[in-house]
């Protein structure tokens, strides 16, 4: 039977996002799929921003905007004829803190391609045609270490070339084996990600709670117009009292559309699976254009509105993602991008727990984390969808109802969870909500944390501070003078085990070379100037160029540094007090006040500590709670023993 760190069951893009995320760590990772050949669905249309910055951070954002395109204006029918035109993006354009301003067009396949060729460089490859069938859970060892036997069924082909070193190259015995029509499979944690009839649910005995409204349906396709049939610079949608027809270009092709209509029925008003020939029907009927000018049509199918969420996303050593775990309404296209963002969480607990760093009690906020964003996606996609339903009913109406801020992603947050570090000086916890960010206001532990155009100080390069933190480690943020000491103990302490330390100058400050802010070698290894004072703005530590962090009317406009509330459970507390944190250390300077500010940014690029440069006791004990456990970090603690009594 052969070993493996992590087995992903379901190679869509969740999947494929949690293999690449982990393989990159040096995990050792298999990632097997039931169909026998790379899936062509275009189900989903294409990342929003949030999963932008995600696919950024894996390197492969620029391919996939290469290959997709921004969406068009909207251009809403009602008999026939134009009534409105309408684009829900045009008053959007980047800014310093969002470089992903819009969500981009992608067909499904054509994404799931270029993780699947990223992840062949890492020397994993998909083995199609691969199903779970039977998945047993053993008891842990001594050393805390455990398995889970996993039964695959059919005959193994594998899909992606490359020949990777590392961990992550072998894909352990058994891979393969096209002969057997079963295979055991042997791993230490597994993680289903194959879709809303997920066997790895269904074993597991999860349940799967929610609604299937068989009144609201909709057929699905790809398919090719005659060439000039319609202008492909505007998404088409045609919205009558007894049906409706969309129409929207698929990035790449010269004819290519995804066409999504309502279905045709029978004499008993039932709903008919979707043809070719009932598309060109449904075509002539709201379009006016011929039927003959629908000149292909292929991956047809039926969608109807399902809103679930299983009970719980993990059991053991077992974990869910994407559709295994919550199934939304179509409106706001956030079905796929809560999935890749599912796996953007998961990944670096896993590997941290795997590399030996991390208490396996880090894999709890998994769920603690992602549960709650999946209920509330739910919600707001059900809220959207019958915004929609609502506003194409009247002329002029259109799928722009479905877009607000919130799909874009960027509001997500865990303020709640026992890693989002409350410290009194740092505001607490933001309460119940999901986590959206106050406009103007620094960020809070959980919040995304901000982007930011800078200089690269060695090299004078313009670079962003999602830049620096991209790759599988932790980075800790130093602003002002005072934060250098810290800096330089979390280096020695942490640095061989993936923590990346970066210092923020000011342009106006000193650094030890000699040299302000801008230009010429810094002296630390990671260095950049805000010289646009777009980071201390962001981060809520000074005015733009100003000479420390924000203080009353020094700070960001509506800044209020004792913002938001302690919202932790008593579940909260335990975990928290389990893995090594003390939710009230380092009371002290308020975060607006002092010397300079360190931010501890998590590997997902969420905030996990934001405090003063003279609490360096709070800054020890949360990095040890993940990387307690990591050799530096030992030597580090034995050099010095107040370290280890500020963590415990």
Request: hydrophobic residues 40%; glycine residues 16%.
């Amino acid at each position: 039977m052969g070993m493996t760190d992590v087995l992903i069951v379901g190679a869509g893009p969740t999947g494929l996002v949690l293999a690449c995320d982990l393989a990159r760590r040096g995990v050792a990772v298999r990632i097997v799929d039931r169909s026998p050949v790379p899936p062509r669905t275009s189900r989903a249309k294409g990342p929003n921003p949030r999963s932008l910055e995600i696919l950024d951070d894996l390197g492969v954002a620029e391919e996939v905007l290469a290959a997709g395109s921004p969406p068009p204006p909207m251009l809403k029918y009602r008999g026939r004829a134009p009534v409105e035109k309408a684009d829900p993006w045009a008053g959007l354009s980047p800014s310093p803190g969002v470089p992903y301003d819009r969500p981009w067009l992608i067909a499904q396949w054509r994404l799931e391609e270029i993780l699947r060729e990223r992840l062949a460089g890492y020397g994993v490859r998909v083995e199609l045609g691969r199903e779970v069938v039977g998945l047993t859970q053993g008891p842990d060892d001594a050393d805390g270490g455990g398995r889970v036997d996993v039964t695959l069924a059919g005959r193994s082909s594998e899909q992606g070339t490359g020949q990777g070193a590392g961990r992550g190259a072998g894909q352990g015995a058994g891979q393969g084996e096209g002969a057997g029509e079963e295979a055991g499979v042997r791993a230490r944690y597994v993680v289903g990600c194959d879709g809303a009839h997920s066997s790895v649910r269904k074993l597991l005995g999860i349940g799967f709670e929610g609604t299937t409204q068989e009144d609201q349906v909709m057929v699905c396709g790809d398919v090719d117009l005659a060439e000039g049939a319609l202008d492909r610079g505007v998404w088409h949608q045609w919205f009558d009292e007894d049906g409706a027809v969309m129409l929207c270009p698929v990035p790449g092709t010269r004819t290519g559309w995804w066409f999504q209509a309502g279905p045709e029925r029978d004499g008993r008003g039932r709903p008919l699976a979707p043809t070719a020939d009932g598309f060109r029907r449904l075509l002539a009927c709201h379009t006016g254009l011929p039927g003959g000018a629908l000149v292909r049509a292929e991956l047809l199918s039926t969608y109807r509105v399902n809103v679930r969420m299983a009970d719980r996303f993990r059991a053991g050593r077992v974990f869910l993602a994407g559709d295994a775990a919550h199934v939304h309404a179509v409106a706001g296209g956030l079905g796929m991008n809560t999935g890749i963002q599912d796996a953007f969480n998961l990944g670096w607990k896993l590997g941290l727990v795997l590399a030996g760093h991390a208490d396996p009690l880090l894999l709890d906020t998994y769920e603690e984390e992602r549960l709650p964003v999946a209920a509330r996606t739910l919600d707001l996609t059900s809220e959207r969808l019958r915004a929609t339903l609502e506003a194409i009913r009247r002329p002029g109406g259109g799928l722009d109802a479905a877009i607000t801020p919130d799909t874009t992603g960027l509001g997500v947050g865990y303020r709640w969870s026992s890693l989002a570090v409350a410290v009194p000086h740092a505001g607490g916890r933001g309460g119940e909500g999901a986590g959206e960010r106050t406009e103007g206001r620094r960020p809070l532990p959980g919040d995304r944390a901000p982007d930011a155009p800078c200089t690269d100080a060695a090299t004078g390069a313009r670079t962003r501070l999602h830049r620096v933190f991209a790759g599988p480690r932790s980075t800790v943020l130093g602003f002002g003078p005072g934060s250098a000491a810290v800096l330089r103990e979390v280096a020695e302490a942490y640095g061989e085990a993936g923590v990346r330390t970066c210092r923020v100058y000011a342009v106006h400050e000193a650094r030890p070379d000699g040299r302000r802010g801008g230009g010429g070698a810094a002296a630390a290894p990671c260095a950049v100037v805000d010289d646009g004072g777009h980071a201390a703005a962001a981060y809520g530590t000074g005015a733009p160029g100003g000479p420390g962090p924000a203080t009353g009317a020094g700070a960001p406009a509506g800044a209020d540094a004792t913002t938001g509330t302690d919202a932790a459970t008593g579940a909260d507390a335990a975990t928290g007090a389990a893995l090594g944190t003390d939710a009230t250390a380092g009371a002290g300077t308020a975060a607006g006040a002092g010397p300079g500010t360190v931010v501890v940014v998590r590997p997902d690029h969420h905030v996990g500590l934001l405090v003063p440069a003279d609490d360096a006791s709070s800054v020890r004990g949360y990095l040890r709670r993940l990387y307690g456990t990591g050799r530096s970090a030992e030597r580090f603690a034995d050099r010095s023993p107040d370290m280890v009594d500020a963590a415990r």
